[in-house]
């Protein structure tokens, strides 16, 4: 059981460039969700899903895609990246959206030049 | 719109001391709120999730305790040791929408 993993842990862009940020789980969670951490800042809440074949927006959506077409992955795409989006992103997943603790992603760590 | 507030964003303590971290939130009408760990370059681990009814939860030497109509939790960690050394983070689950609304974390040092 790995949990939650995500590809790749550090990446650097150059402003304009697109790229997938991988997510996985084996849990058969239902939900998951990506988020960015800014330092001096709480986690916002990119995009989330609340099982296969349904996605939704959340606080900081713009400049960010998603898919769900499995259960197990749920990647993020970044259309056309900027300096704005340097930062640290989370993939997290949980039984469902209400009361199920959620379960976190190591992280990965994106530098837009 | 929910705002959640950790205070002090960094504190540093002897090996041994009990202490004490708070979280604050400006909206009651929570579903849940959980208490993580972060640790440098690594993922959230949960260490507590209360309930919108419940009063705390305890986990070995972390007590979590929730007071919904002050706006307030803390994290209380009895006698301290080094490993527990990183940032813990707060959350609060929103009961409109189940989204988690973070706060900013505090930064723990503990010295040997």
């Known amino acids: 059981n790995a949990g939650v993993t995500q590809t790749p842990k550090f990446q650097v862009l150059k402003t304009g460039q697109s790229m997938t940020l991988q997510c996985a789980q084996d849990?058969?969670?239902?939900?998951m969700s990506w988020y960015r951490q800014d330092p001096g800042m709480g986690l916002r809440l990119i995009h989330y899903?609340?099982?296969?074949?349904?996605?939704d927006q959340g606080e900081v959506p713009n400049g960010y895609n998603v898919s769900r077409s499995t259960t197990e992955d749920f990647p993020l795409r970044l259309l056309s990246a900027a300096p704005s989006q340097t930062s640290v992103y989370f993939c997290?997943?949980?039984?469902?959206?209400?009361?199920?603790?959620?379960?976190f992603g190591p992280g990965t760590r994106l530098t837009v030049t | 719109k929910q705002e959640v507030t950790q205070i002090p964003a960094a504190l540093s303590v002897p090996e041994g001391e009990n202490l004490v971290l708070n979280c604050s939130f400006t909206d009651s009408a929570i579903y849940n709120l959980q208490w993580f760990r972060q640790d440098p370059g690594k993922g959230l681990t949960s260490l507590l999730l209360i309930q919108s009814s419940q009063r705390e939860q305890t986990s070995g030497r972390l007590n979590a305790s929730l007071d919904k109509s002050s706006g307030r939790s803390t994290l209380y960690i009895a006698a301290s040791q080094p490993g527990d050394s990183a940032t813990y983070l707060c959350?609060?689950?929103?009961?409109?929408?189940?989204?988690?609304?973070w706060g900013a974390g505090t930064k723990l040092i503990i010295k040997p």
């Open positions: 849990m058969n969670h239902e939900y």
């Open positions: 997290a997943s949980s039984y469902g959206q209400t009361a199920y603790e959620q379960y």
């Open positions: 959350a609060v689950k929103e009961d409109s929408n189940y989204q988690l609304i």
């Open positions: 899903s609340v099982g296969a074949g349904i996605t």
